[in-house]
């Protein structure tokens, strides 16, 4: 596992430094296409997106069995990007877990994550990505913005009508453009799972989370605790199966944290960023309609080289 940063200038700039440090670390760069195994994803850059489209092979220049929705970072009209930007790119093997976190703005953060999942017997090839945005979100619609479903400490998750579903599966059951998605075999034939609520073959979103990230920080020494981020999917009967356990990633709360120094427990070094932007006042940020260009203290913790 390794973590790089630097400073981009573009969307095209972040594009190269990622194929040219992954090439470096055992993936292949073929005809526009990331390759490792199981994986294959294509990274296409403009003036205001990247965007990651995910397939199941590769035929010259193009995938195969591509992920009907794709995911992306965006420069939208609401909140466009100040370059340069700073991009920090944490990498892991055994699984392959691609982490890129582009700060920009001061405070404003978007994810773009790919990885292949290890849970067994789950069919297809287990790979799945994520992104700040949904591949079809337009970035001058009114609606790119936060919004999260907060509900009584038992839903909760992006709501994106047209706006940020945030990355990282964290996602409610309620709303469109949610930007997680994953290659699996169970409810069906093998394929990309992409829609979100709770039908047999459908992903769960977060929610069942809900309590424990609306305990955190501990009350009693204002600590947070790492949560695993688990995938889930419906299964017939009210069933429901994780179809993936991330590794090198957590969600955790970012109250009283210094995001500019890591988290140490015990041997293991982590580092925490915003899903979006932190609001320390407005905690479990804001819901639809009104929605807001911050996440709350919702975050997520990636594993660091010690």
Known sequence: MATFTGQVASFAALKVAIE????????????????KGVAFVQLTATATELRLQAGTGQAGAALTGACPQSAKLLSFTNAPIQWP???????????????????????????????????????????????????????????????????????????????????????????????????CGLEGAAGWRTANGGAPGELLGVSHKAGLLHALP???????????????LARQAQGQTIVATFAH?????????????????GPERWWAYPLHAVHPVQRNGAGWPIGAQHSGTFGVALRDTP
């Open 20 to 35: 040219t440090t992954l090439t470096a670390r055992g993936w292949t760069l073929a005809s526009g296409i990331l390759s």
């Open 85 to 183: 930007a700073v991009y920090v790119l944490h990498a892991f093997d055994a699984p392959d877990e691609i982490y890129c976190v582009l700060r920009y703005n001061v405070d404003r953060h978007q994810h773009l994550n790919w990885g292949v999942s290890s849970m067994p017997q789950i069919g297809g090839t287990g790979l799945w990505c994520s992104g700040a945005f949904r591949g079809d979100v337009v970035g001058t619609s009114a609606t790119c913005r936060v919004f999260i479903a907060a509900n009584s400490g038992t839903d909760l998750g992006a709501l994106p009508y047209d706006g940020l579903g945030l990355g990282f599966f964290f996602a409610s059951a309620a709303g469109s453009y949610h930007s997680s998605f994953i290659h």
């Open 218 to 232: 501990s009350t009693f020494n204002q600590a947070t605790v790492l949560l695993p981020i688990d995938v889930l």
């Open 249 to 265: 990633a957590r969600y955790c709360r970012l109250d009283h944290l210094d995001l500019s120094q890591p988290l140490l427990y």
